[in-house]
């Protein structure tokens, strides 16, 4: 009960009461696994506005992460930054949604332009 605000902006020090430090570290790894791809996906896109978007939304996920955890630990003051995917707040959890969708748009208009340039070369083997 000494927690101000469990389900906001201290849901990661309940998620390590309730399940442990294992369960933290998962959820680390999850967390780093996703910022990894949306990170590949900036690599592989064709244009430097799809990489900027990727880079961006990567940057944006990560710094949300290190403020609230940094607030957690008390290396620096809470500031009511939520937890990406885990904190109560509708308006968050819409902006994330919103960013990730555009990190899928990047994605699809990579696979797109691979699949042109696939058919392309195809098109020049059998001329």
Request: one cysteine or more.
């Amino acid at each position: 009960m000494y927690l101000p605000e469990a389900h906001t902006d201290f849901i990661f020090a309940i998620i390590l009461e309730e399940i442990g430090v294992v369960g933290g570290a998962f959820i680390f790894i999850l967390y780093f696994l996703l910022i990894g791809r949306i990170v590949k996906i900036g690599r592989e896109s064709y244009t430097d506005r799809g990489a900027l978007i990727c880079y961006g939304v990567a940057f944006y996920i990560f710094i949300h992460i290190l403020i609230n955890l940094g607030g957690i630990l008390g290396l620096m003051p809470m500031t009511g930054v939520p937890l990406p995917f885990m904190s109560y707040g509708g308006s968050y959890a819409m902006c994330l949604v919103i960013a990730l969708t555009f990190v899928l748009r990047v994605g699809v208009e990579t696979r797109m332009q691979e699949t042109r340039e696939l058919n392309k070369r195809k098109s020049l083997r059998k001329s």
